[in-house]
């Protein structure tokens, strides 16, 4: 808000947009559009839509949605309501429904709404009229307070313009679901201290325009940066980054609420944080103990990007051993099963394999693939057994690998080959599958993160690919199975099956060089 509206800040070098949340983006605008097609055909006449598009002026949008407001129509799709200047408020909404005494809006959104559980207000589709619905015995609601700020803002943009509904504070939300609209009412103490949702809204509106006026007129700054974890994909972050770089601000090493909890208590520079005994201090952290977060103040005033948090380190190892990486395309799907197989030889032949499909996700084809990589995976489970050698399998950072793991038992169910969901849950569970990622967890602190290609270079390892990297395999992909509309470009699907062969390697340097004599040259955190 603050650099938005800096004057200074014009011309400043703003970061790349980061191509995961513009994916993110692409698919909430095809969800948005489906779910818009859907209550189009089902009402008929009564549904309009705002001509939207690069071409359309704002000026336009609202000018066509405050024609369709003062007609009445009955669903206006795509609304850009009229700018509030006395305010400073502007924006759009999805759905705009008309009721007997106005308009309430309506969000569509690409995330969970509800949980299974009682209580929630719902209306099917086909009655979208029936605002405030009626208590739903399934589901209960999940609040997301992004979605309930949006619907204040836009009842205050209603409220301004003449076309509320003054009877009711109720607004509408159509989740990932799409069966169903889920209704907040802004007007209930639902909010931590019994605050409505309006009335938290007021405030950080508020607090906003402070900032903004602050910023254009010249006046003291009323916000300042502070790394938190939506800093990796903001275009600021340049000059955020060179701004904490200069004051060497403490949230470089520890991010989010607890460098606010630092700073209230005086520790506002990576220095000062260094400084501290954590044996004799009463600075509260949520994130993380405070002797670590004194830990990587130290190892970053050194220059270290890893340093121990333990004497021993422990890893375990197998006979047989496999190192695993999928790669996937937004929620598409999980396109890529790659595995290196080391260790005693169990007659399946050793070293790197993919288990791919290059038909554009979604497709039916990535069942192949999955069903082909757990046959091998099983086969060499199998064989290991046989020959009385242990086995273990490794990933880094499971969470992802778990996902589609678990994703692809459920809706490949019916394939030939595809293991069942609980067939993947004992191999999860079992001490045959390893994240790495929570070793280094344990037993490192780590200054510049905990990501696979941060760590695994101080393990020596090095990617073939300077590009290396989950946001470039996401357009690499593009061009790889022609998802733009052009001719599938080969090369890029080597690129991807060298950039999954090295994750793979990356991983088995890693666990190597942890259970190696070489990780005690690392230093440790009492000595630094
Ligand atoms: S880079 Fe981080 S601190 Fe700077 S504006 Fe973006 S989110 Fe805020």
């Not at 009229?82 to 924006?91: E, I, S, V, W, Y």
């Not at 520890?254 to 400084?275: F, H, N, P, Y």
Request: proline letters at 7%; glycine letters at 8%.
């Amino acid at each position: 808000m603050h650099l938005e509206h800096d004057p200074a800040m014009r011309d400043a070098p703003r970061g790349a947009p980061d191509p995961t949340s513009e994916l993110r983006m692409a698919d909430a605008t095809a969800h948005r559009r489906a779910v818009a097609d859907q209550l189009a055909a089902r009402f008929g006449e009564r549904w309009y839509e705002v001509p939207t598009g690069p071409d359309v002026r704002s000026a336009d949008r609202e000018a066509a949605t405050l024609a369709a407001l003062t007609e009445g129509r009955d669903f206006i799709w795509g609304a850009m309501l009229p700018r509030d200047p006395l305010a400073g408020r502007r924006g759009s909404m999805d759905l705009l429904i008309r009721t007997a005494g106005g308009y309430v809006p309506v969000l569509i959104v690409r995330h969970k709404v509800t949980d299974p559980g009682t209580g929630a207000r719902t209306s099917p589709l086909d009655e979208l009229t029936d605002v405030g619905g009626t208590p739903d015995k399934g589901r209960k609601v999940r609040p997301q307070p992004r979605d309930q700020m949006r619907l204040a803002h836009t009842r205050r943009q209603l409220q301004a313009a003449g076309f509320a509904d003054e009877r009711t504070a109720f607004a509408g939300v159509i989740g990932l679901d799409g069966d169903a609209v889920i209704w907040h009412d802004l007007e209930a103490p639902t909010w931590p201290g019994g605050r409505t949702a309006l009335a938290e809204y007021d405030t950080r509106f508020a607090d906003r325009i402070a900032v903004a006026t602050a910023a254009a007129t010249g006046e003291p700054a009323l916000a300042e940066p502070s790394r938190i974890v939506e800093c990796r994909s903001c275009p600021w972050w340049p000059v955020c980054e060179a701004e904490l770089l200069a004051t060497r601000d403490v949230s470089l090493v520890v991010r989010g609420e607890d460098a606010g909890m630092l700073r209230a208590a005086g520790v506002t520079s990576v220095d000062a944080l260094a400084q501290i005994d954590p044996h004799d201090t009463d600075v509260p952290l949520v994130g993380m103990p405070v002797a670590d977060a004194v830990g990587l103040a130290r190892a970053w005033l050194a220059d270290l990007t890893v340093v121990r948090r333990s004497e021993v380190i422990d890893v375990p190892r197998a006979d047989v051993e496999v190192d695993v990486d999928m790669e996937s395309f937004g929620d598409a799907g999980a396109y890529m099963w790659g595995v290196l197989l080391s260790g005693a030889d169990i007659g399946v032949p050793r070293g790197y394999r993919a288990f791919v499909s290059w038909d554009p996700l979604p497709t039916e084809d990535e069942a192949r693939s999955f069903a082909e990589f757990w046959a091998w995976l099983t086969e060499v489970r199998a064989a290991a057994a046989e020959r009385g050698l242990s086995f273990r399998a490794y990933c880094y950072n499971e969470l992802a690998e778990n996902r589609w793991l678990l994703s692809s038992a459920k809706r490949f169910a019916a394939f030939p080959g595809v293991p069942r969901r609980r067939e993947i849950i004992s191999f999860i569970e079992s001490d045959q599958w390893f994240d790495l990622f929570g070793s280094v967890r344990e037993y490192f602190l780590c200054s510049h993160g905990k990501g696979l290609k941060t760590i695994a270079p101080v393990a020596g390892f090095k990617w073939r690919d300077p590009e290396a990297g989950g946001e470039n395999s996401m357009r690499w992909y593009r061009d790889a199975v022609g998802l733009d509309g052009g001719e599938p470009e080969l090369p890029q699907r080597k690129r991807l099956l060298e950039y999954n062969e090295d994750d793979v390697r990356a991983t088995a340097a890693l666990r190597a060089w942890m259970t190696s004599p070489a990780v005690h040259e690392i230093p440790y955190v009492g000595d630094i």
